[in-house]
């Protein structure tokens, strides 16, 4: 005769045995976003997996990984051959790898999808790891390190060390691409081994949208069901370390413009009240690309200092590529960044106090009520650009995923007629400041530069044509702002020393 333990434990045994073969019959997760009237199809295959997984030394480990299943051969077909099934399709695919999620994307017209998914399908499940590819993509990965970040694209250059000097010895804390020496140290052996233990059936969300089929779907799934199962250990969400003060790099380099970068780590995301509120803020201060953002008109309009000045509320990579926010880079820790595109090197003093000016007058005052309605009447048909194809919206939707919410898109129009001007400024004084920032300047004389901000010495400007006396006025308090920058904050590092390891 059984007892009651036992016979308890057995039904609990039961029910865990039917909820586990509910979840496997289940199947992988699947974000949908169907669109008859669209002729083609997109897909987004997610996999949890980033730059955070890279093994301490073998940095730049899963952009190598990724790109070893969208740039080189599978099993089936040479890389060369891939490309020439594809050209006729008017087809791609290709992968992408940010700090938490790497995405494997295409698409293609619905008359061309069964042929096109084979391809699509080999990729992700039958790479053939050949040593040719691997050399190939692994030298491309070096020059982009050495010497496209670092002296073609100053822009880059500023914004990707910014974040690492924020995220220092957190897995956020190395550009996507890896360091130098330790791309060099990668073997195919360990792009094989990353493969297996993190691209997997449980690490993997399909994304699908526009004109498909449910037997379209079914292929895939059941295509990836042959991923093998095993869930990675969870990355701890980075914890950068306090920041004391105005803490400053300079790169020195051979250039004629300095470029700037500012920023600090900020504990907003989507889905919050704040984070909205933030958005409205940071649209009026500076919209990317917005020439009638606050910072665009302070710097480049009434001055004429560079090209253009920005500032973010989360991840915002390849700005001068992109005109609106891109999708699949979301992150547990976000920052508040500035980005002052390059000015000229005796322009660099000037153009940094203006920024922080403008941020303490944010911090200290908020927007105005003018502002703010003018912003939000802007942000109602602003938002809609955001995601204006099948491919956007489907990256959107998996983000709503990530962060865990409905959907961001509906939420956007929602929250400007919800929020008031105190929520604004409220979410301001609470997430923003200007006393502890990160700086980055990529400039040509350093030893000089500090000086300067050290001491606090003026930074008269002059122009090439003449300037209103409005702005001359203006000039005189900018020139003599006072940065608190100590000495100690500051160092001076040598282009050729940065992301070597």
Known sequence: MISKSLYTAFILLLCIMMIVSCKTRRGIETVELPVPSDPTISFRVWFKVGSQDDPAGKEGLAALTAA????????ENKYSDIIKKLYPMAAYYSSAVDKEMTIIKGRVHKDKVKEYLDLFIQAILYPAFEEEDFNRIKTNTLNYLEKTLRYSNDEAFGKELLYRE???GTPYGHPEEGLIQSVKSITLEHVRNFYKTHFTRDNVV??????YSSSILKKLKMSLEQLP?????PVEKPKPRP??????????KETQSTAISIGFPIDVLRGDKDYYALWIANSWFGE???SSSHLYQVIREARGMNYGDYSYIECFPNGWARQFPPANVSRRQQIFEIWIRPVLNEHAHFALRAAIRELQKLVDNGITEEDFELTKRFLKKYYLHYASTTDMRLGYKIDDLFYGIDDHLKKLPEMLDMLTLDDVNSAIKKHLQYKNMKIVMITKNGKEL???LVKNLPSPIKYATPKPEKVLIEDKEIEGYRLKIDESNVKIVKADDVFVR
């Open 450 to 452: 500090k000086e300067a």
């Open 229 to 233: 199962p095993r869930v990675t250990r």
């Open 166 to 168: 924020i995220f220092k």
């Open 68 to 75: 070893m299943l969208t740039e080189a051969s599978t099993q």
């Open 206 to 211: 399909i994304g699908i949208g526009g004109n």
């Open 243 to 252: 920041i004391n003060g105005l803490e400053v790099v300079l790169v020195e």
């Open 288 to 290: 990317h690309r917005n």
